[in-house]
Nanobody, 125 residues
Framework: QVQLVESGGGLVRPGGSLRLSCAAS????????MGWFRQAPGKEREGVSCSSSGGSTRYADSVKGRFTISRDNAKNTVYLQMNSLKPEDTAVYYCAAVRIVGLCPRLVMRNFGSWGQGTQVTVSS
């Protein structure tokens, strides 16, 4: 079983930046893809970004050019650098992971098997 623990959320003004972290522990050999989803109040959870251990990445159109995913394989940790934040980025951000052959899969929930508890990101003036 894989445990995912997110950190780094908080309150930030529009235009500001935050960096989220997600540390994986447990059966690490069961994952090679790590990613981020988010869920705003009253909305479905949506994919934000993912990264494979081989270096492939994928981003939702809504965050391209503003968010950057990176990972430290030695620390089993994935990061999400979020710049130029907008109020519509406000959501609970969830870390997700899976082991598959190939590149990052489509950013839909059914493609990921392990989930963290989430960290709140609020963008407001």
């Amino acid at each position: 079983q894989v445990q995912l623990v997110e950190s780094g959320g908080g309150l930030v003004r529009p235009g500001g930046s935050l960096r989220l972290s997600c540390a994986a522990s447990g059966s690490i050999s069961n994952i090679n893809i790590m990613g981020w989803f988010r869920q705003a109040p009253g909305k479905e959870r949506e994919g934000v970004s993912c990264s494979s251990s081989g270096g492939s990445t994928r981003y939702a159109d809504s965050v391209k050019g503003r968010f950057t995913i990176s990972r430290d394989n030695a620390k089993n940790t994935v990061y999400l650098q979020m710049n130029s934040l907008k109020p519509e980025d406000t959501a609970v951000y969830y870390c997700a992971a899976v082991r598959i052959v190939g590149l990052c899969p489509r950013l839909v929930m059914r493609n990921f098997g392990s989930w963290g508890q989430g960290t709140q990101v609020t963008v407001s003036s």
